[in-house]
Every structure is written in structure tokens, then in C-alpha cells.
């Protein structure tokens, strides 16, 4: 079974970090693209933050760039993070992880962050 486990959202105020952590099991990442992915109230689903190990391409939203850094456990391929600093108010949102093939994608359930002003 494919399993992608999301942790690490929470409460935390403008300017401060969170590290989200997504536990993946059942797919590797040499078949598939890892992402961030989150979804606030009344907004579009945005993606994130993505890395590909097949072309060892990542990418980010504009939105992101020079706060956040997408990252993966390597050497056991279990666990992929986000690491989000300078937090904004407009980050708040649900945070999903996805592992993404050419035939499918894999979607984990959501942690919520929330940045206070």
C-alpha cells in the first residue's frame, strides 16, 4: 500500500519557521516526483514546492522562493520535508504531500499551518 503521511503544520507567527514532514512508504522516488501542495479557504490549489530525483529538478512557487527548502531523506527514501521560514500570513493553508508518476499521483492528508499576524 502507498502511504504519505503529512506532520509538523501548526500555529506559529509572522516571521517564524515550521518544518513539515511527510513519512512516505510503498512508492520511490526514482518513479516519483515529490511535492508540496497546499489549498487555503477560498484561494487555488498551489503547488509549492516539487523535486524530482529522476531529472534532480526542483522547483518552487514564486510565492516561496527564499523561504522555503524542499528536501528528502535520501538514503532510506522514506520521508520528504518542507522547511518554511520567514513565515507569512498568507501561507496559511493545508499542506499536502503528493508522489506523482506518469500514470498516477498519490496524495497524503493534509496538515494545517497557520501564521498569525
Known amino acids: 500500500d502507498v502511504q504519505l503521511q503529512a506532520s509538523g503544520g501548526g500555529l506559529v507567527q509572522a516571521g517564524g519557521s515550521l518544518r513539515l514532514s511527510c513519512a512516505v512508504s510503498?512508492?520511490?522516488?526514482?518513479?516519483?516526483?515529490m511535492s508540496w501542495i497546499r489549498q487555503a479557504p477560498g484561494k487555488e490549489r498551489e503547488v509549492v514546492s516539487c523535486?524530482?530525483?529522476?531529472?534532480?529538478?526542483?522547483?518552487y512557487a514564486d510565492s516561496v522562493k527564499g523561504r522555503f527548502t524542499i528536501s528528502s531523506d535520501s538514503n532510506t527514501e522514506n520521508a520528504v520535508f518542507l522547511q518554511m521560514n520567514s513565515l507569512k500570513p498568507e501561507d496559511t493553508a493545508v499542506y499536502y504531500c503528493?508522489?506523482?508518476?506518469?500514470?498516477?499521483?498519490?496524495w497524503g492528508q493534509g496538515t494545517q499551518v497557520t501564521v498569525s499576524s
Open positions: 503528493t508522489g506523482e508518476s506518469q500514470r498516477r499521483v498519490y
Open positions: 510503498g512508492i520511490t522516488f526514482d518513479d516519483y516526483a
Open positions: 523535486m524530482s530525483k529522476s531529472d534532480g529538478s526542483i522547483y
